[in-house]
């Protein structure tokens, strides 16, 4: 079985040294040497317990809880087994045994984690011990459960560069060359009038009036009306999203949207326009007992509808559950294909990846797109974003990939707070669901199958799913930006972006080749998915992943060449003053420093 690497979690900026001081004064906590305190952070208890470790056994050690994370350290055990938990990772904190249970190590703590881990602490059984630890996780953990803020509001941090800035719309939609003499910008929704759920700019037909689109809002649920997502340079041809018309039992029809999707059919000149339903069909069919449904033959003559078989919110969250059991603790190699394929966690991948491949070659053939589940905002914001992932490079950038997903996932309204449960305590909420994290898994299953294609690297994408938890930076909190905008996110929290930003090396692929014409298409079969066992099985210290010995190489003769550069620039300034008969500029051949050292290549 391939073997994971186990990243440390990135620590951060350290706080100001003095104010730290004067915090552990005011605290009368003992000093906290390995682990630098963000910004805004601040402790508020240590305790002596004992840490149920599944890989060490039982250590001895100190937990010191800050209102952004859990830090724990041995003390009994070389080397030191650590532990540093963001408290937004927490989904649950349980009280394990009581005042009389018998059996050593029987009483003390249970804490689920939405990144694959459960901890488990023990502590002495005289005196209710756990009472003020257990009371002071709980209401940090789920601050907003408790009338608290989430860190992200608390939080301190400065970075140079502004990450609320990467993502403006008309700046992308301009780069797409929009509009024109087809689609239009609409202001419509500019104070969310038109869709709660939706941006304030949307692009629309041109031949759509804001009449129109009022008309088709109340045919589609949640007025998530069918809008532009990308339009490709050469044919044309467009990725439209939207949520399910509201068809109902009795097949209601409606005039203005079966007339506004023929202008997208139109808008590009194509016999028939095709439209994705990532459910399957027996799910669409069910949803018109709830008032919903889907595109029927009759009504919608120019149109082809294909149902992708995508299943739901809550057997996606089954299927992660069923993952989490046989990745942690431990992993039975004996038995490890037929448990992950109980799980059908790659199967569910695999749904995901082929519809957004056949979005995307529908699209690179020519012909316009519509693509919807039931509200548009959990599988068709997958289906979208990976389609854009496969047709355009631009995305699979580093700053690209953090446009797609502020514009594809943030601006058009994925649950985030219902999906993920922020600062919310109730762990067995049925919104809960890994949708986001399940595309993320799928980009990763592109950068295995594409190792040159993309400028990022794993390490961001482990990097987004722990902050899409981690409550530390505003980018993946409430449900849509109508609700970021009553909370003043943008003016009261950091972007991740802009620690992202601060440090990009750490993130850039040293494979990553330039090609800007070239459509992606994995090969979404079982054969060619595997599971991320960096990012599942990482807090697993028996699994380890050597690193690609070629990657290994290639980033030494990349520094290699660094120092050759820099000791020639040393040379070169050191012997910066040339003898009078060569100072005139019209001698010939006199290349100047810079010139001389891009002539320099290093063979690989």
Partial sequence: MASPSIPAYNSSPLENSSSQNASRESLKMEPLADVALLPGEERVIDKDLIYMCPFSGAVKGKVFITNYRLYFKGTDTDPTVTLDVPLGVISRVEKMGGASSRGENSYGLDITCKDMRNLRFALKQEGHSRRDIFEILFRFAFPLSHGLQLFAFQSQEKYEENGWNVYKPLEEYRRQGLPNEKWRVSFINERYELCDTYPTLLVVPFKASEEDLKRVATFRS?????????????????????????????????RDDERYLDLIREANGTPKLTIYDARPNVNAVANKATGGGYEGDDAYQNAELVFLDIHNIHVMRESLKKLKDIVYPNVEESHWLSSLESTHWLEHIKLVLSGAIQVADKVSSGNSVVVHCSDGWDRTAQLTSLAMLMLDSHYRTLRGFQVLLEKEWISFGHKFASRIGHGDKNHADQDRSPIFVQFIDCVWQ??????????????LLVAIVDHLYSCRFGTFLYNCESVRDSNEVRTKTVS?????????????????????????YPVASMRHLELWVTYYIRWNPRIRQQQSPVEQRYKELLALRDQ???????????DSSPPPHLTNSSTPNAASPTQRVTHLQTPF
């Fill in 446 to 459: 592109m950068t295995k199958q594409f190792p040159t294609a993309f400028e990022f690297n794993e390490r």
């Fill in 222 to 254: 949640r007025s998530r009306i069918p809008v532009l997502s990308w339009i490709h340079p050469e044919n044309h041809a467009v990725i439209t999203r939207c949520s399910q018309p509201l068809v109902g039992m009795s097949g209601k029809r409606n």
């Fill in 564 to 574: 050759y550069l820099k000791k020639l620039e040393e040379l070169q300034l050191s």
């Fill in 496 to 520: 991740l972006w802009s620690l992202i930003n601060s440090d990009t090396s750490s993130y850039l692929n040293p494979f990553y080749t330039v090609e800007s014409s070239r459509v992606l």
